[in-house]
Every structure is written in structure tokens, then in C-alpha cells.
């Protein structure tokens, strides 16, 4: 989610394998993704892997995954019931320099990306997990570069980023629910940029129309005055 700066493009290459393996391990058994968990073209990639966790259908008490992507912590609660088959959470990191990029043709010129987390589930065949949850899935992240009024969003079906409006932001947190598995990115106004406004103009063309309007008034009040002296001559 800074979580700064394909998903599992060729998961027969070894090095894929290897990253995907490890993670695994660190946090039980799990399984291999058959398919790209990410659609292709998704800015920034999303495609290395930080951990994963296996989710029972039968847990009685909520599944926490505790993680960092990219030196930022990350929080996901997944509730009880959340899922009727035995499915692995996989957690992943983008490139935040290409979400940015990305970002600022899909509708949020004047924005970067401070943090992002992929987020994608596959069932015990290794397929992306089909249709939404049967309940929300929770997630907050911490980084003292997160303000108030930067946006969660999150790549959609559509193919472009739509903005999470039931995020919550705070100074360092923000905090969402969601009963998919698409890719997320927080996004923070550039510096000396307010997204959506037209192109920032300096001083000087109002200094330049205030020295003609105050000639046009020297001139009027000077016209005014000999007009006058006329008329009481």
C-alpha cells in the first residue's frame, strides 16, 4: 500500500518458483497459481511476492496476516466463514514508479503512488478463486507518508483504477474492506499540485492586467477633468 514502489506471469521459471516457495513456507503449506493472479497490464506489475497464508473454510477465529511490503506494515483480517473451500491469500508488492505512472493517465494526474499491495487469492488447484467473497476482507496499512486526503484505489475489471470510497485515511493509516482480489495503491497529491485543477498560474499576468486597468482609469478621470473645466469655461 510507503507500500512504495504481470502477477505471476510465468510461474514455470524457476525464479518465480523459488520466490513463491519461499514464502510459502514461511507461512505454511500452500499451493502453486496455475494462471496470472493479476490481470496483464496492471501498472506496476505487482508481481513479487511478500508472503501468503493458508485460509481453512472450517476456522472459528479470524485469520491475521501481518506483513510488510516494501518496508510498510500491513494488517489483513480475514473473518470466519469468509471463504466455503480452503483457499491461500497471496501478498504481493508493486513497482510504486510505474503505478505512478499508470495512475496519471487513468483520471489522477497530480497524483503518485505512496504505498500499494496486491492481494489475490487461489484456490487448491491454483486458480484465481471465482466471484467475491462471502464476506469483506479487511486490511490497514501504516506509513508515516499516508495524509489525510490521499486516496485508496484499486485496479478494477474495467482495466483502470476506481477510487475506494470506503476507505478510511488518516495521518500514517489507511484502512478498507474489499470482497475481491484486485490490486490497491495509495496515492498522495504531488507536491505544489492540486489534482483536478487547472494549470497553476503565477502573479504576473494579474499584476499585468491591474497596471492596464489602472491606466484606463488615470485616463478616464483625466478625460472627466478636461471635459468638466470645458463645460465651466
Given amino acids: 500500500m510507503q507500500v512504495k514502489h504481470g502477477l505471476l506471469t510465468l510461474l514455470g521459471s524457476a525464479g518465480i518458483l523459488a520466490i513463491f516457495s519461499t514464502a510459502v513456507y514461511a507461512a505454511g503449506s500452500g499451493y502453486t497459481p496455475t494462471t496470472n493472479p493479476v490481470p496483464s497490464g496492471t501498472p506496476g506489475g505487482y508481481s513479487q511476492v511478500v508472503t501468503a497464508a493458508t485460509i481453512s473454510p472450517t ?3 479470524p485469520t491475521t496476516v501481518s506483513v510488510k511490503v516494501d518496508n510498510t506494515p500491513a494488517t489483513i483480517v480475514v473473518a470466519p466463514g ?19 505512472s499508470g495512475v496519471s493517465s487513468l483520471g489522477y494526474a497530480g497524483y503518485s503512488a505512496v504505498a500499494g499491495i496486491g492481494i489475490n487469492v487461489v484456490n487448491s488447484s491454483g486458480q484465481p478463486y471465482s466471484g467475491t467473497f462471502l464476506k469483506p476482507v479487511s486490511i490497514t496499512v501504516n ?14 475489471a474495467q482495466g483502470t483504477f476506481s477510487t475506494v470510497s470506503s ?49 484606463l482609469i488615470s485616463g478616464g478621470s483625466v478625460l472627466f477633468v478636461r471635459t468638466r473645466r470645458r463645460r465651466l469655461s
Wanted: charged share 15%; hydrophobic share 40%; net charge positive.
Fill in 167 to 215: 476507505a478510511t485515511v488518516s495521518a500514517g493509516k489507511a484502512s478498507w474492506s474489499f470482497q475481491q482480489d484486485p490490486a490497491f495503491a495509495i496515492l498522495a497529491p504531488k507536491p505544489g499540485v492540486v489534482p483536478g485543477a487547472t494549470s497553476p498560474v503565477t502573479g504576473k499576468p494579474f499584476v499585468k492586467d491591474a497596471l492596464i486597468g489602472m491606466a
Fill in 82 to 100: 469468509t471463504f466455503s473451500q480452503k483457499v491461500q491469500v497471496v501478498v504481493t508488492s508493486p513497482v510504486l514508479s510505474q503505478v505512478t
Fill in 59 to 61: 476456522s472459528t477465529t
Fill in 143 to 156: 506509513n508515516s507518508a499516508i495524509e489525510p486526503g490521499d486516496r485508496v484505489v484499486e485496479w478494477n
